[in-house]
């Protein structure tokens, strides 16, 4: 029986950020977005839904009188981004 | 990318999730100021000490206040550095700890060759002997001495070599790594020679720990910089 592929990281714009924020330490959001090529409002739109779920922690600061919005990935994100490859490794061995 | 959302196929998933992690690595940078802003200091001061003590000659000042004075362009180039930062990687937290140790390791060292000799001498005196130098074939009348830890050169440059090599392989750096053996190397030559070539050798340890791999990182930082624009 495979594992299901969970569903807020098998999507392309989170899988992208989860990918980049498992990398690194922390980036601020105006890194995410230009490494993942998306827009700021669907780049939004996807971290909230990573942060409803626990996958990632946003901070937003200021830094130097800017808005500044930095986002890290949590424990649980760690661990459910290590499930996801796990059980995609299972399905490509099947697929072989 | 990803401006569209649609279906991942399970290869599709795999390559993204390289792809990003690759995006992250090649992110990476490093503008190599800072190596080579001590590396330039450290060498100065070391070289100029040798000299000084070659030519029997004193400067009117103590050249080694250019590495104190080093100390504000470094906090410049941080804060400089830090606003151009889009994100930390999980080493930089290591890296930057380690050679916060070995500031204050260099710190207390320095403090030690200025504290202890001064203190020993009063604990001698304290007890009512002193230390002599004294010629072995007489020829010289004995000489009163202050309490020094010889050769002390020598423990800096197993200082100098220590975040050196750590930063090396945490980076998977090899100039770093290449520089702190050298370093390790030139230790060891340093216990056995006088202690003024030991300054030589300090002279050597800046260029090969830090100039030289400083120079290497600013070449693939400018590399870098032109290809992205």
């Not at chain 2, 090599?165 to 370093?183: E, N």
Request: charged share 20%.
């Amino acid at each position: 029986m495979f594992k299901e592929l969970d569903p807020i990281l098998h999507s392309q714009l989170r899988l992208a950020v989860m990918s980049l924020l498992i990398s690194v330490k922390e980036a601020e959001f105006t890194f995410i977005k230009e490494k993942t090529n998306s827009t700021a409002g669907n780049l939004s739109v996807q971290v909230q839904k990573l942060k409803e779920v626990g996958y990632i922690e946003v901070n937003k600061q200021f830094k130097d009188n800017y808005p500044q919005t930095t986002c890290k990935v949590t424990p649980k994100g760690i661990e459910a981004f290590e499930n996801y490859v796990k059980a995609l490794q299972e399905y490509l061995q099947v697929g072989k | 990318m990803a401006k569209e959302e649609h279906e991942l196929s399970e290869q599709q998933s795999l390559k993204l999730i390289t792809d990003m992690i690759q995006k992250a690595k090649e992110s990476y940078y490093d503008t190599g100021i800072s190596p080579i802003l001590w590396g330039s200091a450290v060498f100065l001061a070391s070289f100029i000490t040798f000299l000084q003590l070659q030519f029997d000659y004193k400067l009117p000042f103590d050249i080694w206040l250019i590495v104190l004075f080093a100390i504000v362009p470094q906090i410049v180039i941080s804060i400089r550095e830090s606003k151009f930062q889009k994100f930390r990687s999980h080493t930089d937290t290591a890296v930057d700890a380690i050679w916060i140790v070995y500031a204050a390791t260099l710190f207390g060292l320095i403090l030690y060759q200025n504290i202890v000799p001064s203190v020993t001498n009063k604990l001698m005196n304290a007890e009512g002997w002193r230390m002599v130098k004294h010629t072995i074939d007489n020829s010289r009348t004995d000489e009163a001495l202050l309490p020094f830890a010889p050769s002390f050169t020598s423990v800096f440059l197993l200082v100098y070599a220590f975040p050196t090599l750590a930063t090396g392989l945490i980076k998977h750096f090899k100039p770093m790594i290449i520089g702190a053996i050298i370093t390790y190397g030139l230790f060891i030559v340093s216990c056995f020679i006088e202690n003024k070539y030991d300054m030589l050798l300090s002279a050597i340890t800046a260029l090969v720990c830090w100039f030289i791999p400083g120079f290497i990182l600013r070449k693939k930082y400018l590399k870098q910089k032109k290809s992205s624009v």
